[in-house]
C-alpha cells in the first residue's frame, strides 16, 4: 500500500465515528464470514452463530469509539468475537442442566444424542457450489490474471509486492485484480440466484 | 467505478478518490452488490462459509436500533 493509499478498514471505522452509520455496514460485509467462521469455532448450531455474530457486530457498533486502531480492525472484531461466543456458552451452560442421557426403554442403554452440525445443509450446499464456481473459473482465467488475484486474495500481498514478484507495474496489477473479480462475479452472480429464495 | 471499489477493498485506492468510492457504495444498489460479489469472492478463495446477503441485511436493520456509546468498550466485560 502506497503512503497516499487509504487503509479501508481504519477509513470506514473513521467514517463511522464521525457518525457514518452506512460504512459501518460496509464493515459489516466485509467482515461478516470471518468472524462467522472464527464463532461457529465456539457455538454449534447455525442460528446460534448467526445469533452471536450478529451480537458481535452490534457491540462493534456501540463501542466502536473504544478502537483506538492499535490494532487492525479485524482483530478487534476477532476479539469481540471470541468473548461474545465465550458469553453465550457460559449462559448456555449455566441455563441447562447437567446432562443425563435419556434410556432406551427397549434396550435398558442410554440414548447418545447426536452430534449437531454447525453448517446448516443449505449453507453447506452454497458454500461448496460457490468454492467450486470460483475454483472453476480460477483455472480458465489468463494466467497473469490468476496469479495476481492468488497472490492477493490468499497470500495477501500488496500491489506493489505483486508488481514485483510478477515484474509490471501496480496500475498493471490493479487492473488484473479487478478483471479476475469481475470474471469470476459474472459466474458467480447467477449461481447466487439459485439459492435467492431461501437463506443459506 | 469498478476497478476502483476494487482497489479500495485492497486498501490500495489513492485517498483523494475515496469520498467518491464510499458515495457510491452508500447510495448506489449496483455498487453494494460489487462490493458483496468482490468479498465472497476473496472469501470463498480462502475457503470461508458462504453466508448469503441476507444474512448481513438482518444485521444491518438491527443495527439501526443500536446507538454509538462513547462510554463503552465492547472488550471490557466489566462494563458490559
Known amino acids: 500500500m502506497d503512503s497516499s493509499d487509504t487503509d479501508i478498514d481504519l477509513d470506514l471505522v473513521r467514517r463511522t465515528k464521525l457518525g457514518d452509520r452506512h460504512t459501518f455496514d460496509m464493515l459489516v460485509v466485509r467482515h461478516q464470514r470471518m468472524l462467522a467462521q472464527v464463532i461457529s469455532r465456539y457455538v454449534k448450531s447455525p442460528q446460534q452463530i448467526e445469533d452471536v455474530t450478529q451480537e458481535a457486530f452490534i457491540k462493534a457498533y456501540r463501542g466502536i469509539m473504544s478502537f483506538r486502531g492499535d490494532s487492525k480492525f479485524s482483530t478487534w ?59 472453476n473459473v480460477l483455472e480458465k482465467l489468463p494466467e497473469e490474471l490468476r496469479i495476481a488475484i492468488t497472490l492477493r486474495e490468499i497470500d495477501g500481498l500488496s500491489y506493489e509486492e505483486i508488481a514485483n514478484v510478477m515484474d509490471c507495474p501496480v496500475g498493471t496489477v490493479r487492473s488484473r485484480i479487478f478483471r479476475a473479480r469481475e470474471s469470476i462475479s459474472k459466474v458467480l ?3 447466487l440466484e439459485m439459492f435467492r429464495d431461501k437463506r443459506w | ?22 458515495d457510491s457504495l452508500r447510495h448506489e444498489p449496483n455498487a453494494r452488490d460489487d462490493w458483496f460479489l468482490y468479498h465472497l469472492t476473496g472469501d470463498a478463495l480462502r475457503g470461508q462459509p458462504a453466508m448469503d446477503d441476507g444474512f448481513s441485511k438482518s444485521i444491518i436493520e438491527k443495527l439501526k436500533t ?8 465492547p472488550l471490557d466485560d466489566s462494563k458490559v
Open chain 1, 77 to 135: 472484531l476477532y476479539r469481540i468475537g471470541v468473548n461474545a461466543a465465550l458469553s453465550f456458552l457460559a449462559a448456555e451452560r449455566s441455563r441447562i442442566p447437567l446432562y443425563e442421557p435419556s434410556i432406551n426403554p427397549n434396550t435398558n442403554e442410554p440414548i447418545i444424542p447426536q452430534i449437531v452440525d454447525n453448517e446448516s445443509p443449505d449453507r453447506l450446499l452454497a458454500t461448496q457450489q460457490i468454492g467450486e464456481t470460483v475454483s
Open chain 1, 189 to 191: 452472480r447467477p449461481k
Open chain 2, 1 to 22: 467505478m469498478k476497478e476502483k471499489i476494487s482497489a479500495y477493498i485492497d486498501s490500495e485506492l489513492a485517498a483523494e478518490e475515496v469520498d467518491t468510492i464510499v
Open chain 2, 66 to 73: 443500536v446507538k454509538i456509546d462513547p462510554s463503552y468498550d
